[in-house]
């Protein structure tokens, strides 16, 4: 069992910037492929990046492709999710997520959830 605390969310003007941190609680992530996904009020949980366990791959959705990099630090067991340029419409609950697959098309399947964090981003 992989349990996931993710914090580094709040408030911030559009424009602005967040680095999202994520970390478990009790086992190490480095044989895991790790992603975020989010979800906004009245729409489905979306993926939004995920690395590769050697941190060689990398896969962004298209709306935070150029504005977001997400990364990871296996010797302090932690991911990270740098977002720029924020909008409102990035506004959401921000998930990290573990599996032990790597999917060569599509997100692919997480096995292991944190609780979320939440990002919201006013105009």
């Known amino acids: 069992q992989v349990q996931l605390v993710e914090s580094g969310g709040g408030l911030v003007q559009a424009g602005g910037s967040l680095r999202l941190s994520c970390a478990p609680s009790g086992r190490t992530l480095s044989n895991f492929h790790l992603g975020w996904f989010r979800k906004a009020p009245g729409r489905e949980r979306e993926f939004v990046a995920r690395?590769?366990?050697?941190?060689?791959?990398?896969v962004y959705e298209d709306s935070v492709k150029g504005r977001s990099t997400i990364s990871r630090e296996n010797a302090k067991n932690t991911l990270y999710l740098q977002m720029n340029a924020l909008k409102p419409e990035d506004t959401a609950v921000y998930y990290c997520?573990?599996?032990?697959?790597?999917?060569?098309?599509?997100?692919?399947?997480?096995?292991?959830w944190g609780q979320g964090t939440q990002v919201t981003v006013s105009s």
């Open positions: 690395i590769s366990s050697g941190a060689g791959r990398t």
């Open positions: 997520a573990a599996s032990t697959y790597w999917s060569p098309t599509g997100p692919g399947v997480f096995n292991y």
